[in-house]
């Protein structure tokens, strides 16, 4: 008895460890998180463009449907979901806007000149307020907004499944054209 007595702090530890392990690796998990910017109106911002120039504002997101993806050349996930952005700016009717996170300019540059440029306009937040403003957990994170509404929200990085199960539905309710996704959409 004495002996597990000893060993009893060890094996809460590892079993403590092992769960804040598996909670960081699984895949699918973080998009759960509850957003009280759905269903509200888009945060007021505006941002300067990553060079110098065509940022966005919360102006550019009155009228349509956008999606505005939260990233940043530091993020290895932001990296692995950028095809998917590719393929999703074929969409008809839908604008991307790239909301470049707490990043310097010269680096996420040298990103979008290596993996291409989806979006319409990028915007720099170097210091992470209008992703605050945005209630941005951390990259990736994508929102779709619907004439100056914030109707879905998707924490981590966009995949397959995201796209075929969540997005390509939300697009076609949005009366949005689909059709160049496809059936195979990575």
């Given at each position: ?8 702090p ?34 007021a ?24 993806n939260?990233w ?33 300019r010269?680096?996420?540059?040298a ?11 990028v ?12 209630g ?23 995949s ?12 076609r ?14």
């Open positions: 008895m004495n002996r597990f007595a000893r060993l009893l060890v094996i809460v530890f590892v079993l403590l460890a092992g769960m804040l392990l598996a909670g960081l690796l699984l895949p699918g998990e973080r998009s759960d998180v509850p957003s009280p910017l759905v269903g509200g109106e888009v945060p911002f505006s941002l300067e463009g990553l060079k110098r120039g065509g940022g966005f504002s919360d102006a550019d997101l009155r009228e349509g449907v956008a999606l505005v939260v940043a050349s530091w993020c290895l996930p932001c990296r692995a979901e950028h095809p998917i952005l590719e393929k999703l700016s074929c969409v008809g009717g839908l604008e991307l806007y790239g909301l470049n996170f707490k990043d310097t010269e680096n996420a540059e990103f979008l000149r290596e993996l291409g440029n989806p979006f319409t306009r915007g720099f937040d170097e210091n992470g307020f209008t992703g605050l403003d945005w941005v957990y951390g990259v990736p994170e994508t929102f779709v907004t619907g004439n100056d509404r914030v109707v879905y929200k998707h924490v981590g990085p966009l397959r499944e995201t796209v075929t199960g969540e997005l390509a539905p939300l697009f309710s949005l009366d949005l054209d689909t059709a160049c996704l496809g059936e195979d959409v990575g």
